[in-house]
Every structure is written in C-alpha cells, then in structure tokens.
C-alpha cells in the first residue's frame, strides 16, 4: 500500500512540475497542453519515454510516429477519441490512459480553484465542454506539428 502511495505521490509531483514548466509556456498552449498532462508518461519529446513510462503496464506510444504510422496523414480524429475517452481498443485491454475529457473539464468536483484562462476559453456562455474542446484540439495541433517525416 505505502509503495502504491508513492507510486503516485511521484506522478503527481512530476506532474506539478510538468504544470510548472507549461506555464512558463504560455506562446504555445498545446505544448503547454501536453507538457502538464500528457509528458510524465510519453516524455516532453512525445516518444514514449516519460519518467513514469517504466511504471506503466503498457508502454506510452511514441507519438511522433502517429502521422508515419498511418501513410503520411495525422490522424486527428482518432487521436482527440483517444484523449477525450470516447475510443477504446479493445486488443489493447484495459484503459490506462487517463480519459483526459473528465479531467480537463474545469468544473468537475467544484468546489476547487479554476484557472481563470479556462473560463476565458469557455467562451460568453461559459461551457465547460468548450473548454475540454479546446484543451484537447491544442494537444493535438502540438502533436500535429512535432510528427517525424
């Protein structure tokens, strides 16, 4: 139990520090996007290598690959399913992945603090789905722009 707590206390600390790091970011919000939520386990290079990767029972893909692993064509649609949880795959087993659509809502579990930029992405009615929308269309325009040739 205690190794499983620390487990986590070092994901979550890394994390913290990866949230850090992309707020020094703010030019690029898909980086900053990825640096906080997605580098702790496919590395802040998207190849697979994040420092909690090794702890993973299925190892992160190297997300620089997805283009070249599909003839040439980012596949955009199927990547914002993955993010968002709405896409499984069944061969691959259970879901480690955290299904970053609940977690990037701003709303979920209030009372706790939200970023004011979040209300500012949700637009005039304030949507809380705008701002998921949002969060992951900037992952996915940054790994749009890091695939190998």
Request: charged share 25%; glycine share 8%; hydrophobic share 40%.
């Amino acid at each position: 139990m205690i190794k499983c707590g620390a487990k986590w206390l070092i994901i979550a600390s890394l994390t913290a520090g990866f949230a850090a790091a992309a707020r020094a970011e703010d030019s690029d919000i898909g980086k900053s996007e990825f640096q906080s939520s997605c580098a702790s386990c496919h590395g802040t290079d998207a190849k697979g290598k994040g420092p909690v990767s090794d702890q993973l029972k299925t190892p992160p893909p190297d997300l620089t690959m997805l283009a070249k692993n599909n003839n040439g064509v980012f596949p955009a649609n199927a990547v914002y399913e993955t993010i968002d949880g709405l896409k499984t795959i069944p061969a691959h087993g259970s879901r480690e992945m955290p299904i970053w659509g609940e977690r990037f809502n701003p709303i979920i579990n209030l009372p706790h603090y939200v970023d004011p930029s979040y209300w500012k992405m949700a637009g005039p009615e304030k949507d809380p789905e705008v701002v998921v929308r949002k969060r992951i269309l900037a992952v996915i325009d940054y790994l749009s722009r890091v695939q190998q040739k």
